[in-house]
Each structure stands twice: as structure tokens, then as C-alpha cells.
């Protein structure tokens, strides 16, 4: 049972360590000093999401730790979503990514607050703050990009329509998924996508965006421990010194 | 005549430590400089997030790379007050940024230097943000209002910065042997342009003189220097790690650390922007901006439009 | 670069905590409000200083004029009658 609950973990909090690095990246490189800083604060609402979960798993496994997991676990043993490792090409691609994991974030940590694992129900409600605050920014964001300029409204359109198809993942049910429903500690991802697109489609309907159509675009996901290319540079990039230093404590 | 009595009152209330705020009457140099100065600051924190920003993705445990993330963006926000705090002189952040890009603004030259291993990241915490300190603390008490108030809020927020570049080195120097070698190795890169940061011996400096008459400065380089050389060397003791400077020795007289000449052909060459470190950061900054247009144009139009529809609302 | 490229200067002012007054913190640039009021919580109240924020346009804040300032403020000088310390309370007494 546990082994479920530490998959299912590790998906949660490997995705947000994993985006909290795509914003780690874009550092210095905002279009205004305040969003700079901004966005800087997402990260980290991210990152110490990412460390609760992790830390919650490394209890569960016993003998490791957050850091163990993160900065000495192979690719193939990571879980996050295809999504958050995509790259950062530039402002609306960003956006984009964060927009819609936030509106996936909202609709499952407003599940996950009532979760029958306290540690899980725990984490959550704090981080339901933070993503209820991420969701707000995004949106209003969205809003500039798509009814400000006709070129705005187009790079973001443009983003939206490459992005779509990594939201197909979010809401496959795996094993993990069948086994958190069953022991009420996790919804069915596949319970989350009305929601989601209610939440996402009104935003960018307000926005002047067009919602793409849904399209199934592969079977291998990461919450299964199949990911895109981009995640093995992350990684590299991320475990570098560790690896090379398999003796040192940092 | 006018402004003779003007320049005599403002020196008055210079003398009795009154503040100076953006209304009140100054002198035109008094202006100038303050531009001149506070924008630089400005740049050096917003240039600052660079080498360190190059670490951010390499941070090898979760606690050190929030940390660092924190640090850049407190960094952020330390360049953002003192924007503001310039702007208080009658030039928009617009202007300011157009100066840095053109290369008529300069940045603290420490900044061109390369982060290239982890333990950059503990040195330039711990010595270079060490001697920003030094001079943040003695800029609390700068005659201008704006700048004085921001400089006492850098300083709330910078008192982590430097415990957390301690905390790196204290790591290193404790871990094994190649840790230990790469505190070294970073001590003595970071030393020497620690030390120039606060510029140009008292004797050689342009603007100092008038700088502390009006208090714009209230401390000379060399005094400033000598305190931060003086407080580093006893932490450096404490970690085992050793100065790049054979001729630090505590001089009983003064009971002040004695210290080597100071290489300012060095200084000089990276103030003039020679070396990549330089083309590098500017170059970033820039492309950061024009990257970011279409971004701005967009949330102007937006507040535009919104607007509007406020109006005929 | 456009007149404004890096949106408008707005003033913050943060409440510490329920029932203190609002205080000038700083200010900030944004394109609009919304923009405006996040980034004043993402800037001043990082380490938890703030209860409640208040935003105000810089070009509409109404400042009193510096050349004004003899006729302006000078004549409450002498009327200390104003201030507590002003009356004499018979030593003993608590409370007033």
C-alpha cells in the first residue's frame, strides 16, 4: 500500500520540483524587475511543496531523503508530468505551463484538503493557499497577453495550442490513481477534468483564446516514469554535483 | 545670490543631519550625484543576480537552492527599491535603463567576475555581499531621504544574505577534501575584488571629498575597507581557510589589519568594461528586455483598454 | 524606449496589523491595478509584514506644497494646548 502512496507522492511533488526549476532558469530574465520577483515567489511556493511531498515520501520508502530523491534518483524513477518539463521558450510559454498547472493544482489540492492521509491533507492545506494566489496571477496574465496587443494575443494562442497536448496526461488514470481513489486519499485524475476545463476554458474564452481541441498524443506518461527528452538535461543540470561528489554533503 | 543663500541653508541642514527630501531645494551637483550613485547601486543589485542565478539550477540540496532562490530575489527587490529611490530625482526607471544598456551607467565591477563553482556561491555571500554591507550600514545614515530609507531596509534583508554565504564556506571547509579545495580556490578569486569594491584609495577617489561634505557618503573607501578587512579575516580564521595576501598581518599600533598594495591596473581594466564577464552581463540584461517588449506593450494596451471600458462603463 | 515602457509608479502602504494604521512602505511599478497590488504583496510583504494593502496611483497623490511650508505648518506651533503634556495633573492621580 505504501509503495502507492510514495508513487503517488513523488508525482505531486516531483512535478512542482521540476517547474519550480523551469522558473529557476528564467531568472533575471522577466519582461519587468516586479514580475521578476513575482514570479520568483511562485518558484518558491513550488519548491517547498515539492520538499513536503518529497520529504513524505522519503518516510514512507525509510532510509533516504528529499535530497536523496532528488538529487541522486535516476530519470526513469522520477514521476512528474510531461507538462512541467517542457521548456521555457519564451513569456506566453511560460505562462501558458503555469496557467494550466495551476488550474490543475486548484482542482486537485481542493480534493487533496480532505484527503484521508493527514500528512497529504496536511501539506495541502497550506499549499492550497499559495495555488489559489499562483491561480489568480496566471489568470490575470492570460487576460493581458490575450486581449492586449494582436501579437500578444497571438504568441499567446500559439503557446496554448503547443502546450495543449501535454494536458491529456493529467488526467489518465494509472494504477496509482485507482489505488489513492479506493483509499480515499487521492481523486480519480480522471474526476478533475471537467472541472479543469470549466476553470481553463472560461479564463481563455474571456481572454479571446481559442481552446484547442483535446488530442491524445501518447501512451508513455511521466507519472509513469516515461518522460520527453527535455527532463534528462534538467536533471543533468540538477544532479550535477552531487553525482560528481557522491562523498560530499552539501 | 539666491542660490548662495539657498547652498549655505542646505549645508545647514546637511550639518544638523536633517533630510533631504525630493522636493526641497538641492544643488544641481548634489542631483547628479545622487543619480549618478544610487542608479549604480541599483544596476550592481539587478547585474548581482547573474553569477549567482548561474548557480540556481546547480544548487545540490533542496534547503541551498531555496535559500538562493530567496537571495536573488530579495536581490531583485533591493534593486527595485533603490530604482524608486532614483526615480524620487526626477528621471523615470525607463531612462535608467536605457543608460545601463548604452553603457553610460556603470554596476559594481565585481559582478563581471565568473561564478564557476559551488563555492562561489558561499564566497561572493560571504565577501562580497560582506563588503556591500559594510557600506549599506554606513549608507543608512545618507543625507538623501529616499536613499537613506532604502538603504535601511536592504539592510534588514541583507543580514541573511551573508550568514547564508558564511554557511556555505563553513560547509566546504568541514567537507572532504575536494570541498575543501574548491572554499580555497574560491577564496582566493574572491578576495582581491572584494577588497576593490569599495573603489579607489581616498587619495585617487574623484567624488569623495564632496560626497562627505554633503554626507551622500558618511564613511571614506579606505575607512569603509579597512573595517570590512579587519571583521572577514577573524571569520576567515574561524574556517581554516587562507588570504591570497602574504602581507595581512594585525599591525599593533593601529590595531588594524595591514594589507598588500591593491592591483588597480586589475580594478581599472574591469571597470572599463574590459574582459567577457562584462559583454556577458550586459548582454543578458538586454536581451532579457528586448525579449520582454511584447510582453509590456501587451499590459499596456490591456491597462489601455481597461481603462476605457471603465470610463464608458 | 516608450514614455512608459516600465508602466506606472504607484505608492504602497501595509498595515502591519488589524487596527494599526496604513504606513508608506515604498513604491513600485505596474501597468495596472491588479498588477499593482500583487506585486506590492510579492515585494513588501515577503517576510510576512503585511495584514492589508493599499495601493494609490502616485501622480494622484496631493502633496502639500514645500514653498508653502512656514504658512502651512508653523502656526500650530504655539498651540501646545493641543497636546496632553500640555496640562498639569496633580501627581497620584492614574488613569487620565
Known amino acids: 500500500m505504501n509503495d502507492k502512496i510514495f508513487d503517488y507522492c513523488l508525482r505531486i511533488g516531483d512535478s512542482s520540483l521540476i517547474l519550480s526549476h523551469r522558473i529557476g532558469e528564467y531568472c533575471s530574465k522577466a519582461p519587468i524587475l516586479e514580475e521578476d520577483l513575482a514570479i520568483t515567489n511562485v518558484g518558491l511556493d513550488l519548491l517547498g511543496q515539492a520538499e513536503s511531498f518529497l520529504n513524505y515520501a522519503a518516510e514512507l520508502k525509510g532510509n533516504t531523503t528529499a535530497d536523496e530523491l532528488t538529487f541522486k534518483r535516476k530519470e526513469k524513477d522520477f514521476r512528474c508530468l510531461h507538462l512541467v518539463q517542457t521548456p521555457n521558450i519564451d513569456f506566453a510559454f511560460i505562462l501558458t505551463r503555469q496557467f494550466l498547472i495551476d488550474c490543475y493544482h486548484q482542482t486537485l489540492f481542493n480534493q487533496l484538503i480532505n484527503s484521508q492521509d493527514e500528512r497529504i491533507s496536511g501539506i495541502s492545506k497550506k499549499a492550497i493557499k499559495e495555488i489559489n494566489y499562483h491561480l489568480k496571477r496566471s489568470t490575470e496574465w492570460i487576460l493581458r497577453l490575450g486581449l492586449g496587443t494582436d501579437h500578444s494575443n497571438q504568441r499567446l494562442q500559439n503557446a496554448v495550442n503547443e502546450l495543449w497536448m501535454y494536458t491529456d496526461e493529467l488526467f489518465i488514470d494509472n494504477e496509482t490513481d485507482i489505488k489513492m481513489d479506493k483509499l480515499n486519499i487521492g481523486p480519480l485524475s480522471s474526476s478533475l477534468k471537467n472541472p479543469w476545463e470549466q476553470l481553463v476554458t472560461s479564463t481563455l474564452r474571456s481572454a479571446s483564446i481559442e481552446v484547442p481541441e483535446a488530442n491524445l498524443y501518447s501512451l508513455q506518461y511521466g507519472k509513469n516514469g516515461f518522460h520527453t527528452e527535455y527532463l534528462g538535461y534538467i536533471l543533468a543540470e540538477m544532479q550535477h554535483l552531487p553525482l560528481l561528489y557522491p562523498d560530499a554533503s552539501w | 545670490m539666491e542660490d548662495e543663500k539657498k547652498l549655505i541653508q542646505f549645508q545647514q541642514k546637511i ?189 585617487e577617489s574623484a567624488h569623495s571629498n564632496q560626497s562627505l561634505k554633503w554626507k551622500i557618503k558618511r564613511e571614506s573607501n579606505d575607512e569603509l575597507r579597512q573595517r570590512f578587512i579587519d571583521k572577514t579575516i577573524e571569520q576567515g580564521h574561524h574556517l581554516g581557510l587562507i588570504f591570497p595576501d602574504p602581507n595581512l598581518k594585525l599591525n599593533p599600533e593601529t590595531n588594524h589589519y595591514d594589507y598588500s598594495p591593491i592591483d588597480w591596473d586589475e580594478f581599472w581594466n574591469v571597470v572599463k568594461g574590459n574582459g567577457a564577464g562584462n559583454r556577458q552581463r550586459l548582454n543578458h540584461h538586454i536581451k532579457a528586455h528586448e525579449d520582454g517588449k511584447w510582453v509590456r506593450e501587451a499590459a499596456i494596451a490591456y491597462a489601455k483598454k481597461s481603462n476605457l471600458k471603465q470610463k464608458s462603463a | 524606449m516608450s514614455d512608459e515602457d516600465q508602466g506606472i509608479l504607484w505608492e504602497v502602504f501595509i498595515q502591519v496589523k488589524a487596527g494599526r494604521p496604513f504606513k508608506h512602505v515604498g513604491s513600485l511599478h505596474a501597468y495596472d491595478k491588479e498588477m499593482a497590488m500583487k506585486a506590492a504583496r510579492d515585494l513588501y510583504t515577503r517576510r510576512n509584514e503585511g495584514n492589508g494593502i493599499w495601493i494609490v496611483k502616485a501622480e494622484n497623490i496631493i502633496s502639500s506644497d514645500i514653498n508653502d511650508g512656514e504658512s502651512f505648518f508653523d502656526p500650530s506651533n504655539d498651540k501646545i494646548y493641543r497636546h496632553p503634556t500640555f496640562y498639569k495633573i496633580p501627581d497620584g492621580v492614574k488613569h487620565i
Request: glycine share 8%.
Open chain 2, 15 to 203: 550639518d544638523q543631519d536633517i533630510k533631504i527630501e525630493p522636493r526641497d531645494w538641492m544643488p544641481e551637483k548634489y542631483r547628479q550625484t545622487l543619480i549618478r550613485q544610487i542608479s549604480q547601486h541599483a544596476h550592481s543589485e539587478i547585474i548581482g543576480m547573474q553569477p549567482e542565478g548561474n548557480w540556481l539550477t546547480r544548487a545540490p540540496s533542496l534547503r541551498s537552492k531555496k535559500i538562493l532562490m530567496a537571495k536573488i530575489q530579495d536581490e531583485a527587490g533591493h534593486g527595485l527599491y533603490l530604482y524608486c529611490a532614483a526615480e524620487t530625482l526626477g528621471i523615470k526607471r525607463e531612462q535608467f535603463l536605457q543608460w545601463l544598456h548604452e553603457g553610460k551607467a556603470k554596476y559594481s565591477s565585481v559582478f563581471n567576475y565568473p561564478t564557476l563553482t559551488w563555492a562561489d556561491m558561499g564566497a561572493v555571500g560571504w565577501l562580497v555581499d560582506g563588503a556591500a554591507i559594510v557600506n549599506q550600514v554606513s549608507l543608512q545614515g545618507t543625507s538623501y531621504g529616499p536613499y537613506a530609507r532604502a538603504m535601511v531596509k536592504i539592510c534588514m534583508e541583507e543580514s541573511f544574505h551573508q550568514r547564508q554565504g558564511f554557511e556555505i564556506m563553513v560547509q566546504l571547509a568541514n567537507g572532504t577534501k575536494e570541498q575543501k579545495e574548491m572554499a580555497q580556490d574560491a577564496v582566493n578569486r574572491w578576495w582581491w575584488p572584494s577588497i576593490m569594491m569599495f573603489g579607489p584609495h581616498d587619495s
